[in-house]
């Protein structure tokens, strides 16, 4: 037995055979976290921008239809929340499951199947990227909407919290419906319902919903993002009330990006 230029050649009865030489360790998951995080924000800011202009727009739109029926108050609080969070649920929750899915469907999981890259890289890379790419989106919607209903701008800055954490919720839910769905047209579909959940049960003000509808609403995990972001357009806002959700809204994140990641491990072996 020798080694060859990094191979080694075992010599015995017959045609000599060469061993493959072992492979590189798998990159940890910080440096290829940010790696994927970086590529894919690369290659959102090119191809997201235009929907990124559609959400905003569409999240502006509702409001001002809004504002006819609604004067103020608790009212116009979770219309401008939960109208600021859904142009995270558009990006983060319907555009990665399109994503996946058509990842899915074209065989684009086996690039990264085949790359020393931990399956949580990915997926979070991933979700990370689409949730920063929400951020421009989201504080126009927010700041617009407390002009639209003179609701004060002074703690916007719960933003910061808010959209991480929504938008890790969001992304996991939206990355494990792409991973999952069987067929790319299901998990596109499966991306528009959960927008159009986000749209009903997050912009409407949950005192007008009947209710079977509320506890729908407790399941959406944009819910406790649209509530801590309502309490604080208030006079006084309760900032222990605030934490509660926000860590509510961080624990569904845990929950469904744990939930991402097994899908992305089931769908690679496939």
């Not at 079977?212 to 357009?233: C, H, K």
Request: charged share 10%; net charge positive.
């Amino acid at each position: 037995m020798e080694a060859v230029s990094g191979q080694t050649r075992v010599r015995g009865r017959g045609t000599p055979a060469i061993a493959p030489a072992p492979l590189a360790p798998r990159a940890r998951l910080l440096p290829a976290l940010g790696a994927v995080y970086t590529a894919q924000l690369s290659r959102a800011r090119v191809a997201r921008i235009p929907l990124l202009f559609v959400a905003t727009f569409q999240s502006i739109g509702i409001m001002v239809l809004m504002r006819g029926v609604v004067e103020g108050g608790d009212e116009a609080r979770a219309v401008v929340a939960g109208s600021s969070v859904l142009v995270v649920a558009f990006v983060a929750l319907n555009l990665l499951a399109q994503y996946f899915g058509q990842l899915r469907a074209t065989g684009g999981l086996d690039h990264y199947a085949t790359l020393p890259v931990p399956p949580a890289a990915v997926v979070l890379g991933a979700a990370g990227a689409y949730a920063s790419f929400t951020v421009p989106g989201t504080i126009v919607t927010a700041v617009a909407g407390s002009v639209l209903f003179s609701l004060p701008m002074t703690h916007l800055w719960v933003l910061l919290a808010v959209i991480p954490l929504a938008g890790a919720a969001l992304a996991g839910l939206g990355a494990a419906l792409g991973l999952l769905a069987p067929r790319q047209e299901l998990a596109t579909l499966l991306g528009q319902l959960g927008m159009s959940a986000a749209l009903l049960l997050g912009v409407l003000p949950p005192d007008r919903m009947p209710e079977p509808i509320s506890y729908a609403r407790d399941l959406l995990p944009s819910t406790y993002g649209v509530e801590a972001l309502a309490m604080t357009f208030g006079p006084n806002p309760d900032w222990a009330a605030v934490g509660f959700y926000l860590a509510i809204c961080a624990m569904v994140g845990v929950v469904s990006l744990t939930v991402a990641t097994w899908a992305y491990r089931r769908a690679a072996v496939r």
